[in-house]
């Protein structure tokens, strides 16, 4: 059995992060830093990690980094309102609000109220609807990783059959566009699915974005597929089952170490843009 190409999100992530370098360093020459606010609704662990690694990741590289936690009794009137304050605020670049939020909240409403030029992490409908139309807008950052990889490894989409599973609008939704976009015929498929195992066969690339710790096994590959696990579960866990999926790859990302990392080099990446694009816009108006 020939060894699958194993996607070392971490190189992906280091290669990203060199040419960031350069760019953050000529920004901060005139006086401009990039920076991030998260913000963070309620006490959810398994978040407070996740901005924390996005803070720590900022500050590695050179960039400014804010974190505003509000309690879980926040309402959505109240979250509407920090997110205009920032939207308003000249000096952030970039503002993330980490899913998911207190349920009572309405977090469409939230996400839609972030600024189309500060949505670095790509979840409002405008942001959405202009990656699908393929126009100008950061791009959702699981999904940009995604694509990201495929393409450090210069493997093929075009003409492929890329099976999805999951239809999140912060993951399923943006990547199957962005495969389409790539010219890969793209099924979609999610909880009412049927006979997924039958589908999954058919596939070259199967993108796991389900949430479910193992959930793809091997034996639903067809042999030599390009297998993407964008899972992230307790226990550093996939959506696919790594040792038969392995098995059957013929490319294939590990958890953790695979998308996650690379992930993160995007959000980098989209507000070190938000920057930039402020840096372009501050020179116009001078003249
Ligand atoms: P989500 O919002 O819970 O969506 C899960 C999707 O999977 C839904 O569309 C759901 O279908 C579908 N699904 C559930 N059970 C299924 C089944 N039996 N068969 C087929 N589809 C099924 O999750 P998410 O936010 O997209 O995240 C998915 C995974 O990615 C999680 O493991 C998460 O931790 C991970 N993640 C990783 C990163 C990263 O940086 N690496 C970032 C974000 C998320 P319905 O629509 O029908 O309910």
């Not at 979250?79 to 970039?94: F, M, R």
């Not at 500060?118 to 950061?138: M, P, R």
């Not at 997924?196 to 030599?224: C, H, R, S, T, Y």
Request: aromatic share 4%; charged share 20%; proline share 5%.
């Amino acid at each position: 059995m020939k060894e699958p190409l194993l996607l070392d999100g971490k190189e992906v992530s280091k290669s990203i992060k060199g040419q960031l370098k350069g760019t953050i360093d000529s920004l901060s020459k005139e006086g401009i830093v990039p920076k991030l606010v998260t913000i963070l609704v309620g006490d959810n662990p398994s978040s407070h990690t996740y901005v924390q690694m996005k803070a720590n990741a900022c500050v590695r590289i050179g960039m400014d980094s804010k974190r505003i936690f509000l309690p879980t009794e926040t309402t959505t009137e109240e979250l509407l309102q920090t997110i205009k304050q920032l939207n308003e605020d000249e000096t952030v670049h970039g503002i993330l609000l980490q899913h998911p939020v207190p349920s009572h909240i309405d977090e469409r409403q939230a996400f839609d109220m972030i600024a189309l030029e500060k949505d670095v992490d790509g979840v409002t409908s405008h942001g959405f609807g202009s990656t699908a139309f393929q126009l100008n807008a950061y791009p959702c950052c699981t999904p940009a990783a995604i694509m990201e990889m495929i393409d450090y490894y210069n493997l093929e989409i075009e003409g492929k059959h890329a099976v999805v599973i999951g239809r999140s609008p912060i993951l399923g939704k943006p990547v199957s566009m962005m495969l389409l976009n790539r010219n890969a015929t793209v099924t979609i498929s999610h909880s009412r699915t049927e006979n997924l195992d039958q589908i999954v066969k058919q596939a070259d690339i199967v993108v796991a974005a389900v949430g479910k710790p193992k959930f793809v096994k091997g034996e639903w590959l067809k042999e030599g597929a390009l297998v993407l696990d964008a899972g992230y579960n307790k226990g550093n866990i996939g959506d696919c089952d790594y040792d038969t999926c392995y098995n059957q790859a013929g490319a294939i990302t590990p958890v953790p170490g695979g998308i996650g990392p690379v992930t993160i080099a995007m959000l980098l990446r989209n507000t070190v843009l938000a920057a930039q694009q402020k840096a372009v816009q501050r020179t116009v108006n001078h003249f």
